[in-house]
């Protein structure tokens, strides 16, 4: 409950994370029936880049301000950057949007999405900042409760984010088995983890946990800015996803080398689709 996002808003985690979500929600868009998105750790739904929280880090600068500022970026980062200046209609980059803000850009009219937040500040704030949007609804719950609770969704397609601050030092670990029990209740979703890279034997124990527990198609992708020889050091970020739609994977490799080329430092790290 300490972790408060608005520390790393626009950050080359939130880049990553978000461009990804993007291509997620348009494979959904490829049907014409409805879908669901649900989002266990919402945030606030936008962020201010000039706030003393935001200012005190800057972690913008090594993300979302170096993609600002690219030239000719791809047709995908286009899309991205086309949420990013709808909330910033002077040209400036000032607001940051969050995860459900990206989703509820391209929902369409019988769309749904169902965000959590647990932090009662950022609940509030975030109720009041779709306050308007009837196909959104907040709640001020725990994130792995909304998994139980919302699931199965009555659309019967759709998308799961999880995206927790990993406060505590088992919280990765402990992902593959409640992946695996909400799974059994909604077989046909999508879900998407996303997670910082630190520890690398750590998170090769991740992914082989997730191998022995879980027995539906995933996609592993990772973007590294920095090369992976501190440990506890934040180096990059990864995400997996499972029932990846088709193609997805092949639009990833399409724009990691220019995310990875654009965001990197002095050409260190790495990016992966596997």
């Known amino acids: 409950m300490n972790y408060r996002h608005t520390y790393h808003a626009g950050s080359f985690t939130d880049a990553f994370k978000h461009i990804a979500l993007i291509a997620l929600i348009q494979s959904l868009l490829h049907k014409d029936t409805p879908f669901c998105y649900l989002e266990t750790h919402a945030g606030i739904g936008s962020y201010d880049l000039l706030s003393v929280t935001a200012q005190k880090t800057k972690e913008f600068e090594m993300g979302v301000k170096k993609i600002f500022t690219a030239t000719n ?8 950057l086309s949420c990013i200046k709808k909330l910033n209609p002077d040209e400036a980059l000032r607001h940051y949007p969050g995860s459900p803000y990206f989703a509820q850009h391209f929902m369409r009219p019988d769309d749904r999405a169902v965000l959590s937040e647990l932090h009662p500040d950022d609940a509030h704030t975030l109720k009041r900042f779709f306050a308007r949007d009837k196909q959104i609804s907040v709640h001020a719950q725990d994130g792995y409760q909304s998994l139980v609770a919302f699931l199965p969704p009555k659309e019967r397609r759709g ?12 919280e990765l670990m402990s992902l593959p088995r409640i992946l695996a029990q909400t799974i059994k209740r909604w077989d046909t979703g999508i879900y998407a983890v996303w997670f910082p890279i630190k520890n690398r034997l750590q998170i090769d124990r991740f992914y082989r946990e997730l191998k022995t527990k879980i027995s539906r198609p995933m996609l592993f992708s990772e973007l590294c800015i920095y090369p992976e020889d501190v440990a506890q050091q934040l180096n990059g970020c990864g995400m997996v996803i499972i029932n990846p739609p088709w193609q997805l994977d092949l639009r990833l490799k399409e724009i990691l080398p220019w995310l990875w080329k654009t965001l990197s430092v002095d050409k260190q790290g790495h990016f992966r689709v596997e």
């Open 73 to 80: 970026p791809p047709a995908l980062i286009q899309d991205y």
């Open 159 to 170: 998308l799961v984010l999880i995206d927790p601050p990993y406060e505590k030092p088992d």
